[in-house]
């Protein structure tokens, strides 16, 4: 046998190969194991990102080489790095991607820690919505990402997050318990030898999100063993206090031990504060659909647009998100209705016919023992929002509605002036509304 090529004979070699495919090296922009990822560019001077494998410094063979080419391929979805070209010449794998013009997202942790300063959550959030949008597509299709890392989600100058790196994916029906992947970002079953499943992948999603807020990892270590220690048994992370409660919960749900306690990437993309993002999201993307028509945003969104058939049948068990609780409330489907927008009714709110679209942001199906709020299970609920104005009987006026669902600490004179634009009930008392809400808030 032959030895190995140099590298400066590889790179030749490398250069070469992409010429001949009308692609020009560039410069060297990353590189991982056996891999180096380099800036190419097209004769019509579109840059794009190629994979180098040399198959002579890797126990890989051309199958294994070609996998995460086959995969990327199957893949179509705006957050995700869209596949362009691969093929294989004398030893050497290229895969053809698109540039992210703004780098990986670990750099732009990295520098906003060296100007100490916090990134703004409406932009977590939106990175975040982009994620996880790209995850459940990923897992819609029973893949494992298994390396999701700020490292594998690159950014754009649009402002958008795309997913990359699936080296490493397998089926989710995979039984193997190898331990690939980076160790901050293991889950703890797979530590404990469990096999990788979607829900490790959310645990990984708990640690990016915690990272992007707090600008460091949740569980750090100077080894894989005091790392994956820190990770089975040690104590939660305090997550900074300049950012909302509801991204506090949404983390550590995230970063829930036990996996089957932990959320999907579904489940999170029903939350309210998420869904408002993902809808933007959309309209963003429509704009998009001349430049790039080959998306289709249903199942590129997976479900954004929610399917124009009924979700829910009479019998179901969901959770009902109730404005005035801020939480989300068990109930049963007790009627249905095949009609236009296929509305249904649940038994928190008899008589009371809930619209597509607001079981679309409001309504789940139930998923036993996890919740995304503190209630106490022992203490009674209610439900008296004013998600549905066309109920019957003794649905609260909507100024009432807007009382009792405002917790903000806004000064009482605002709230007062905010209520009198509404018609309220003859001899209903503003100030003593005011009060109540006020007090139930604290």
């Given at each position: 046998m032959g030895s190995a090529p140099s590298t400066a004979e590889s790179g030749d070699t490398t250069r070469a190969i992409l010429a001949e495919r009308g692609w020009k090296k560039m410069k060297r922009i990353g590189q991982g194991g056996s891999a180096k990822a380099w800036l190419v560019e097209s004769a019509g001077e579109?840059?794009?990102v190629c994979k180098v494998v040399d198959l002579s410094k890797t126990d890989d063979d051309d199958a294994g080489a070609f996998k995460e080419a086959t995969l990327l391929a199957s893949l179509h979805h705006p957050y995700i790095v869209r596949y362009r070209d691969s093929f294989c010449t004398d030893g050497?794998?290229?895969?053809?991607?698109?540039?992210?013009?703004?780098?990986?997202?670990?750099?732009?942790?990295?520098?906003?820690?060296?100007?100490?300063?916090?990134?703004?959550?409406?932009?977590?959030?939106?990175?975040?919505?982009?994620?996880?949008?790209?995850?459940?597509?990923?897992?819609?299709?029973?893949i494992v990402h298994r390396d999701l890392k700020p490292g594998n989600l690159f950014l754009t100058k649009r402002g958008s997050i795309q997913l990359g790196d699936f080296g490493i994916a397998t089926s989710s029906t995979s039984d193997s318990t190898i331990k690939n992947g980076t160790p901050y970002y293991i889950s703890p079953e797979v530590w404990e030898g469990e096999p990788f499943t979607t829900s490790s992948d959310v645990w990984s999603m708990g640690c990016i999100l915690f990272e992007i807020c707090a600008l460091q990892v949740p569980f750090p270590?100077?080894?894989?063993?005091?790392?994956?220690?820190?990770?089975?048994?040690?104590?939660?992370?305090?997550?900074?206090?300049?950012?909302?409660?509801?991204?506090?919960?949404?983390?550590?749900?995230?970063?829930?031990?036990?996996?089957?306690?932990?959320p999907s990437a579904g489940d999170v993309l029903r939350l309210p504060e998420i869904w408002a993002v993902r809808e933007q999201l959309l309209q963003?993307?429509?704009l998009l659909q001349e430049e790039q028509?080959?998306?289709?945003?249903?199942?590129?969104?997976?479900?954004?647009?929610?399917p124009r058939s009924g979700r829910f049948e009479v019998g179901d068990l969901v959770e009902y998100y109730?404005?005035?609780?801020?939480?989300?409330?068990?109930?049963?489907?007790?009627?249905?209705?095949?009609?236009?927008?296929?509305?249904?009714?649940?038994?928190?709110?008899?008589?009371?016919?809930?619209?597509f679209?607001?079981?679309?942001?409001?309504?789940?199906?139930?998923?036993?023992?996890?919740?995304?709020?503190?209630?106490?299970?022992?203490?009674?609920?209610?439900?008296?929002?004013?998600?549905?104005?066309?109920?019957?009987?003794?649905?609260?006026?909507?100024?009432?509605?807007?009382?009792?669902?405002?917790?903000?600490?806004?000064?009482?004179?605002?709230?007062?002036?905010?209520?009198?634009?509404?018609d309220l009930p003859e001899g209903l008392d503003i100030r003593n509304i005011g009060r109540s809400c006020r007090t139930s808030a604290a």
């Open positions: 579109k840059q794009a050497i794998v290229c895969l053809i991607m698109d540039f992210c013009d703004a780098g990986e997202l670990a750099k732009q942790i990295r520098r906003t820690r060296r100007k100490h300063e916090k990134l703004p959550e409406k932009l977590v959030l939106r990175w975040f919505t982009q994620a996880m949008l790209a995850l459940k597509y990923v897992h819609d299709k029973h270590g100077n080894s894989a063993p005091e790392i994956a220690k820190r990770i089975c048994q040690g104590s939660m992370p305090s997550f900074p206090d300049c950012y909302s409660d509801f991204l506090r919960k949404l983390c550590l749900q995230l970063l829930e031990r036990n996996p089957e306690n932990r963003e993307q429509a028509p080959e998306w289709n945003l249903d199942p590129g969104f997976g479900g954004l647009q929610p109730s404005l005035t609780n801020c939480q989300w409330l068990p109930a049963a489907v007790i009627s249905t209705a095949d009609l236009g927008e296929f509305p249904v009714q649940i038994d928190l709110k008899p008589g009371v016919w809930i619209s679209e607001e079981q679309s942001s409001r309504m789940r199906h139930r998923k036993e023992d996890v919740s995304f709020d503190d209630s106490d299970p022992s203490e009674p609920q209610s439900v008296s929002d004013d998600a549905s104005t066309e109920a019957p009987g003794n649905e609260l006026e909507p100024a009432v509605a807007l009382a009792t669902s405002t917790t903000s600490t806004t000064d009482e004179v605002e709230f007062i002036a905010e209520l009198k634009k509404h």
